[in-house]
């Protein structure tokens, strides 16, 4: 079992930057792909970011060269840069883990989610 704690939302202007910083309980966090999701008002959840447990980080193209995720796999934590925000970026965002297991099968975990708010 493992519990994601969100922190680092709040309200930003155009433009400005924050950083979202999810911490993880249990074991094996270097086993867990890490990623970053959110969800605007009447839309569907989508990607934006993950850091896999190993290879290249995965990027949604609405935040290709504003966001970076990164994690520290020693404080069980995954972090998301966020910069030059847009109005458009206004969501929550949830963090999740996900460790594929042999034959497809998989376990995955979410956050309570962190409310993004830029303001025009």
């Known amino acids: 079992q493992v519990q994601l704690v969100e922190s680092g939302g709040g309200l930003v202007q155009t433009g400005g930057s924050l950083r979202l910083s999810c911490i993880a309980s249990?074991?094996?966090?270097?086993?867990?792909?890490m990623g970053w999701y959110r969800q605007a008002p009447e839309k569907t959840r989508e990607l934006v970011a993950v850091?896999?447990?190993?290879?290249?980080?995965i990027y949604a193209d609405s935040v290709k060269g504003r966001f970076t995720i990164s994690r520290d796999n020693a404080k069980k934590t995954v972090y998301l840069q966020m910069n030059s925000l847009k109005p458009d970026d206004t969501a929550v965002y949830y963090c999740?883990?996900?460790?594929?297991?042999?034959?497809?099968?998989?376990?995955?975990?979410w956050g309570q989610g962190t409310q993004v708010t830029v303001s025009p």
């Open positions: 850091s896999p447990s190993g290879g290249t980080t």
């Open positions: 249990g074991s094996m966090f270097d086993f867990y792909d």
């Open positions: 999740n883990a996900k460790r594929t297991w042999f034959g497809g099968a998989y376990s995955e975990f």
